[in-house]
Nanobody
């Protein structure tokens, strides 16, 4: 059974930091073969892509997160991370990780349940 389990969310003051983790298990293919993404969804807003890390380790970020957020992965631990610094109230959202791979004509796309991040004084 495929599982993506996020952790590390919580309440933090503006300017603070959090490190989110997403542990994967049960994948059909090796974890290293999946593109890993972090998304977020704030109340009343659409889900938005936060950061991407490819199988080769290349990264990309939404403009508002560049310079503040860092995505990384540890393939030995089947885990992807999101280091979030200089947090702002507008970063408040449920953060979810996503794994996807296209192989042999099929799309493998998995989601975690999400972890709440609240930035408030």
């Amino acid at each position: 059974q495929v599982q993506l389990v996020e952790s590390g969310g919580g309440l933090v003051q503006p300017g603070g930091s959090l490190r989110l983790s997403c542990a994967a298990s049960g994948f059909t293919f090796s974890f290293s073969r999946y593109v890993m993404n972090w998304y977020r969804q704030a109340p009343g807003k659409e889900r938005e892509l936060v950061a991407v890390i490819t199988t080769a380790g290349s990264t990309n970020y939404a403009d508002s997160m560049k310079g503040r957020f860092t995505i990384s992965r540890d393939n030995a631990k089947n885990t992807v991370y999101l280091q979030m610094n200089s947090l702002k109230p507008e970063d408040t959202a449920v953060y979810s990780c996503n794994a996807n791979r296209v192989a042999f004509g099929s799309i493998y796309d998995y989601w975690g349940q999400g972890t709440q991040v609240t930035v408030s004084s």
